[in-house]
């Protein structure tokens, strides 16, 4: 059974950071990335790591602030998240990817409030 568990969510002020954590098990994937919600507003990805190269990419508006990365012994990813921003605030879920970047198993996601 596959589960992603993810932690380090919480309430912060602009210009802090926060590390989360998601921690993988059940089989190996091709990939493991970040999504987030804000609300009212789509799911949409903010970063992504191939398990197998290591090679990140992130969407535009977190480059140079967030980085993701992996302990492959742990089969657990990390988003460490700096100079956060009052847009940053979302639910973030943690996503993993069975061929390639498809991702198809979801973690329940954590909160992630900045406030200005």
């Known amino acids: 059974q596959v589960q992603l568990v993810e932690s380090g969510g919480g309430l912060v002020q602009a210009g802090d950071s926060l590390r989360l954590s998601c921690a993988a098990s059940g089989r190996t994937f091709s990939a493991m990335g970040w999504f987030r919600r804000a609300l009212g507003k789509e799911r949409m990805f903010v970063a992504g790591?191939?398990?197998?190269?290591?090679?990140?990419y992130y969407v535009d508006s977190v480059t140079s602030r967030f980085t993701i990365s992996k302990d492959n012994a742990k089969n657990t990813v990390y988003l460490q998240m700096n100079s956060l921003k009052p847009e940053d605030t979302a639910v973030y879920y943690c996503a993993a990817a069975t061929s390639g970047t498809k991702y198809d198993y979801w973690g329940q996601g954590t909160q992630v409030t900045v406030s200005s």
């Open positions: 790591i191939l398990w197998g190269t290591s090679t990140t």
